[in-house]
């Protein structure tokens, strides 16, 4: 079995950005009958038929479920340049963060 992640950028980005998602659809040459799994939380509709024919897949079928996702807690903090690691130490803090998962994004690299 072969999984692809983020599956909708071969059909979107291809060759431009990163020219070896074009190279994909050999796997399915060279492996024949093997099964494809690809995942996508953001893939529009017009893409899932480039992608079937892209990956050279005859049978594909298609789940999809909602992007509502009452159990994940979205947030947007500002902060000031200066105090970052500060907010953050403080936001870490709380208690009802303490033990949870969490994602935090940045602007750039260098705020990173």
């Known amino acids: 079995m072969m999984v692809i992640d983020e599956v909708h950028c071969i059909s979107e980005w291809g060759s431009d950005f990163r020219p070896d998602y074009s190279k994909i ?14 995942m996508s939380a953001t893939i529009p509709p017009e893409a899932r038929d480039d992608l079937t024919y892209r990956l050279k897949i005859p049978l594909c079928y298609y789940f999809q479920s ?14 000031k340049q200066n105090d970052i690691c500060s907010d953050i130490c ?11 998962p969490g994602i935090i994004y940045c602007q750039t690299i260098k705020s990173a």
């Open 25 to 38: 659809c050999n796997i399915t040459k060279m492996f024949e009958g093997i099964r494809v799994l690809g």
């Open 66 to 79: 909602s992007s509502n996702r009452p159990n994940l807690k979205y947030e947007v903090l500002t902060t």
């Open 90 to 100: 403080k936001y870490l803090g709380e208690k009802e963060l303490s033990e949870a």
